[in-house]
């Protein structure tokens, strides 16, 4: 039973799943089936990023291979998916978690509008 919808926000997800190959997809979507399911949500599957407002991280691992794709709750039950990458090092670029960020607003601007504020 589902205790929170994933949704994915324009085609920001879609783009990079469609990049990736057939074994990673599946993976990306048991990813996202543990989030939609588990009331409790294990840190190594999805990772609020230190120093962000509200801006998480679903951890996909295929061998040695990391992908992460940024997603944030709006409210208790929706997590929206946005873009991801593949990992390869240390530390998440800057430079995508600013995309995310940027993801994230238009969101929220496109939710204000489509609510008359």
Excluded at 63 to 83: A, K, P, T
Excluded at 92 to 108: C, D, F, G, Q, V
Aim: one cysteine or more; a positive charge.
């Amino acid at each position: 039973m589902k205790v929170r919808e994933v949704i994915a926000f324009k085609d920001y997800f879609e783009k990079f799943l469609l990049k990736q190959p057939k074994k990673v997809q599946d993976k990306i979507f048991k990813i996202i089936e543990a989030i939609e399911t588990l009331e409790r949500v294990p840190s190594n599957y999805l990772n609020h990023l230190t120093g962000t407002s509200g801006l998480y991280e679903a951890r996909i691992k295929l061998g040695s291979n990391i992908w992460r794709v940024f997603c944030f709750f709006d409210g208790d039950r929706l997590v929206v998916l946005m873009n991801g990458f593949q990992k390869k090092t240390q530390k998440t670029p800057k430079n995508e978690i600013e995309k995310a960020l940027k993801i994230m607003n238009e969101y929220y601007k496109q939710k204000a509008k489509e609510n008359g504020n």
